[in-house]
């Protein structure tokens, strides 16, 4: 039953999570709160869950982070593989970075949950996405997606030069490392602006290495040896 007291229509999903664990839950939240609601392929990987079938589901619920190199890993990549097959992506994720679930937004997901939410927003969620309308399974997943003065907007020569900063690389050796190389001056210039820009959200920086910190906090970049999110 739906909140209005209407009978939901059935609903086929589908989901992606390199957790056993994880893609069990979904079955037993499923089963216990929502059985207008079968579950028809779950998977480790996109491509497994395609070629199981999971293409014919109506919304698939997508992780973010599914355990791969990071120089594999490409979550939008991943969205646009399952909207072309046809269903709608929920996300379901431990990622609470505004950067990474809002770019998963922009390649074509619906929504975002998050693994800390209680069961049954995530079947709210679901029964929004399959309208396409964007579903969300609480304040801060809304936030997350929304609230403009949780990110500090940067421009793409600017993250390069923090992904530079980021992997050890030297102040001094970041132009002559970008693509296409920059001048010292010119790198000094991005460290600055982006600087102005934290600082007009309230963030205090008066470094490279502090702007560093909140680039890493929102998710423009990793920090070295990060850890995938708690699922």
């Known amino acids: 039953m739906s909140i209005d007291g209407a009978v939901d229509a059935p609903l086929l999903i589908a989901a992606v999570d390199d957790h056993p664990f994880v893609l069990k839950g979904i079955l037993w939240t499923v089963r216990e709160h929502a059985p207008w609601i079968e579950v028809i392929a779950t998977a480790a990987d996109v491509a497994e869950l395609l070629a199981a079938g999971g293409g014919a589901a109506d919304v698939v619920l997508l992780d973010l982070d599914l355990g791969v190199p990071a120089d594999e890993a490409d979550p939008t990549a991943n969205v646009r593989a399952i909207r072309e097959a046809g269903p709608q992506v929920l996300i379901l994720t431990a990622e609470e970075r505004p950067v990474p679930v809002r770019r998963a937004i922009a390649a074509g997901a619906v929504g975002l949950v998050l693994k800390s939410d209680p069961e049954h927003l995530l ?15 609480s304040r801060l997943a809304h936030a997350l997606l929304t609230d403009e003065t949780l990110i500090g907007h940067l421009a793409p020569r600017e993250i390069q030069v923090f992904e530079l900063l980021a992997q050890g690389v030297g102040r001094a050796d970041i132009g002559r490392l970008m693509d296409p190389p920059a001048a010292t001056s010119t790198v000094d ?10 600082r007009s959200l309230g963030r205090s920086t008066y470094n490279a290495y502090e702007t560093l910190q909140h680039v890493i906090r929102d998710g423009h970049v990793d920090g070295p040896g990060r850890e995938r999110p708690g699922s």
Do not use: N, Q, W
């Open 123 to 137: 079947i709210d969620a679901l029964r929004l996405a399959r309208t396409g309308e964007l579903a969300v399974s």
């Open 189 to 198: 210039t991005y460290l600055k602006r982006a600087a102005r820009t934290y």
